[in-house]
């Protein structure tokens, strides 16, 4: 069921954010159910046993569409494309595909042999990645004629600029290279005191593996800890591990002084917050300090490595979806962009989800045109978001559910009991700061079905038959052969007993049509 809709699950039970468990209706009740556990859980498993997903796939359909880029959302597109019947090329420029996941995330975040697992199963449907294949701008002339469509799900592999003296000497190091040279196996002792100027994920993650490799890391926010883009609990971990943060600090310049650098930090100050809550910042003009360091590095965010990368200005984009850009060219292939290239979150799961869009997109286009597209789409949204079910889109059994998402109020907590969620085990961080050996564990068989067994199953029937027992008229009736349930209306009287005592809201009460 995972593997329908999201091709990474051991890799996004182990970096995902998790925002799902942010709106579990379990959260309300005690605690949220530990979705990204066990869906690693379930990954695990399954390599454990070899076990091989028998996934829906339609017929062969004669368009060949090349994806640029093997990240998230590359591998992501080819992999829904094949199940939608395409055949996909793979065009990446590294020896390896993955993307940030294989170049850019720690190993004691995301080991490769995970990684590796969850890119085998989409190579598995056919996908063909070609390693090695660095293409450049003449390649979208070039595949006219060999290819209808081109995904452009390159990234953003190059540090954005700071701008200030000092730069352009070799006392700043990009801190993605720091971060590729230990993904490539490369042992890079450190000693003294590495400054890591930055507030995201690359930040704390270059920060932390300073640690690793034996030296103090400081990181220099221009915010506050709560304004950081960087997931809240990996700043904690961080921490924890030694890394020390100084906040409301930006750097004005940098000085080479033999083997040490001095840096010329400003003083910021805040000026309000935003409509996202964020500081407003400003500096405090008179207010500097300096810090001496062995080393700095860069993590101030990433753009495109190429400028051609990007879609092009939006007065001549065809359709903008919430995570794809679609153009189609009078001629030559069309074109659909991705990933970091218009996702404003920077995420895996984002990520995948506008590989999914493309993927729905582009067969929409090839079938129905572009004025199709936007209404196709909207019959497979999952509640309000701009979330898409692929299962949906092949027409799977999720079409039938009742689009209602229900709330916290719609639970019948009375049949349920205080559980508290499962606590994952993690190394210990005396241990975390001496190896790069993954941090968080894994969970047993009998955690894992014991957290399931926590989940509401909002909305869901799960034939708990509180409705046949309640019911004072005896409406309700038992199917024997496929265990479904049915009210037999010339019984009913519309009391609303079932309703009302169905633990998960899985039943509604309505006015009869006339």
């Not at 060999?146 to 000092?166: I, Q």
């Not at 220099?220 to 609990?233: G, H, N, Q, S, T």
């Amino acid at each position: 069921m995972i593997l329908q809709e999201n091709p990474f699950p051991g890799v996004c039970g182990r970096v995902c954010p998790h925002p799902c468990e942010g709106v579990c209706n379990r959260r309300e009740f005690d605690e949220a159910i530990a979705i990204h556990s066990i869906e690693r859980f379930l990954a695990e498993t399954a390599g454990r046993y070899d076990l091989k997903p028998i996934l829906t796939r339609l017929a062969a359909k004669k368009q060949r569409i090349a994806i640029v880029g093997a990240g998230p959302a590359g591998l992501s597109a080819a992999y829904f494309l094949a199940l939608l019947g395409y055949s996909c090329d793979v065009f990446e420029a590294m020896p390896e595909p993955g993307g940030v996941l294989r170049w850019g995330i720690p190993v004691y975040r995301l080991p490769l042999a995970a990684l590796r697992s969850d890119i085998a199963n989409i190579e598995a449907q056919n996908v063909r990645i070609l390693t090695g294949q660095k293409i450049g701008s003449e390649f979208l002339q070039d595949a006219a004629g060999r290819y209808d469509a081109v995904f452009m799900g390159c990234g953003h592999s190059r540090t954005v600029k700071l701008g200030v003296p000092g730069e352009k000497t070799n006392a700043i190091e990009n801190g993605l290279q720091f971060l590729g040279q230990l993904r490539q196996g490369n042992t890079i002792p450190l000693l003294g005191v590495s400054a890591v100027i930055g507030g995201g994920n690359t930040a704390i993650d270059v920060a932390r593996s300073v640690i690793r490799c034996g030296g103090k890391a400081v990181i220099l926010y221009r915010r506050r800890r709560r304004d950081m883009p960087a997931f809240e609990e990996e700043v904690q971990m961080g921490i924890e591990e030694g890394v020390e943060l100084r906040e409301l600090v930006t750097p004005l310049g940098i000085t080479t002084d033999g083997a040490q650098y001095t840096l010329t930090l400003q003083e910021m100050k805040i000026s309000g917050e935003d409509s996202r809550g964020r500081a407003n910042i400003l500096p405090d003009e008179g207010k500097t300090r300096e810090l001496r360091v062995e080393r700095v590095f860069k993590a101030t965010g990433a753009e495109p490595a190429e400028d051609w990368y990007n879609p092009p200005d939006k007065t001549k984009v065809s359709l903008t979806l919430s995570h794809t850009i679609l153009i189609s060219p009078e001629s030559g292939p069309a074109l659909a962009f991705g990933g970091d290239l218009t996702n404003e979150t920077k995420s895996v799961a984002h990520a995948v989800a506008s590989g999914k869009q493309a993927a729905m997109a582009l067969d929409i286009f090839f079938h129905g045109g572009m004025e199709a597209i936007v209404p196709k789409l909207a019959e497979c949204r999952v509640g309000q978001g701009p979330s898409l079910s692929m299962e949906m889109y092949m027409e799977g059994s999720r079409r039938l559910r009742n689009t209602h998402v229900v709330s916290y109020e719609e639970i019948n907590t009375d049949h349920f009991q205080f559980q508290p969620r499962i606590t994952r085990p993690r190394l210990l961080k005396e241990e975390r700061r001496t190896s790069f050996k993954e941090i968080d564990l894994k969970i047993s068989t009998n955690l894992a079905i014991r957290e399931a067994e926590r989940c509401f199953n909002c909305g869901i029937c799960n034939q708990c038959d509180n409705c046949y027992m309640f019911c004072p008229d005896i409406a309700v009736i038992r199917e024997k052969n496929n265990n479904e349930r049915h009210i037999n209306y010339d019984y009913c009287k519309g009391c609303g007993l079932c309703v009302v005592e169905c633990p998960r809201n899985a039943m509604t009460l309505r006015e009869e049509d006339i």
